[in-house]
Nanobody, 126 residues
Framework: QVQLVESGGGLVQAGGSLRLSCAAS????????MGWFRQAPEKEREFVAA????????SYADSVKGRFTISRDTAKNTVYLQMNSLKPEDTAVYYC???????????????????WGQGTQVTVSS
């Protein structure tokens, strides 16, 4: 049973924008904090952004602060990642995640991840 479904990836030029979406089952969306991770070729998966279940807490990796915005739509059980001013180094597979703990001052801010999406490719050309 698929619990998290990402969409919105693609190819974009440097400086452009993309918005990723992650649709979750209601059971997960209402019980977990949500976030995004990414993995570039031959690199470890890294934390990108997280949002608390109520939406009052958000956290970002230093590399994306000021460029990416995470948000959630309760009516649609969907979390979004708006990515602006994209750089070639943002190229990666982006994964949606649902976790039990969020601490903004910690990296990664989202831990206790119980669910992962299948990933969506983001490619930024120079």
């Amino acid at each position: 049973q698929v619990q998290l479904v990402e969409s919105g990836g693609g190819l974009v030029q440097a400086g452009g924008s993309l918005r990723l979406s992650c649709a979750a089952s209601g059971r997960i969306f209402n019980s977990y904090h949500m976030g995004w991770f990414r993995q570039a070729p031959e690199k470890e998966r890294e934390f990108v952004a997280a949002i608390g279940w109520s939406g009052s807490i958000t956290s970002y990796a230093d590399s994306v602060k000021g460029r990416f915005t995470i948000s959630r739509d309760t009516a649609k059980n969907t979390v979004y990642l708006q990515m602006n001013s994209l750089k070639p180094e943002d190229t990666a597979v982006y994964y949606c995640a649902a976790g039990k703990s969020i601490v903004a001052s910690r990296t990664p801010s989202l831990t206790g991840v119980n669910y992962w999406g299948q990933g969506t490719q983001v490619t930024v050309s120079s």
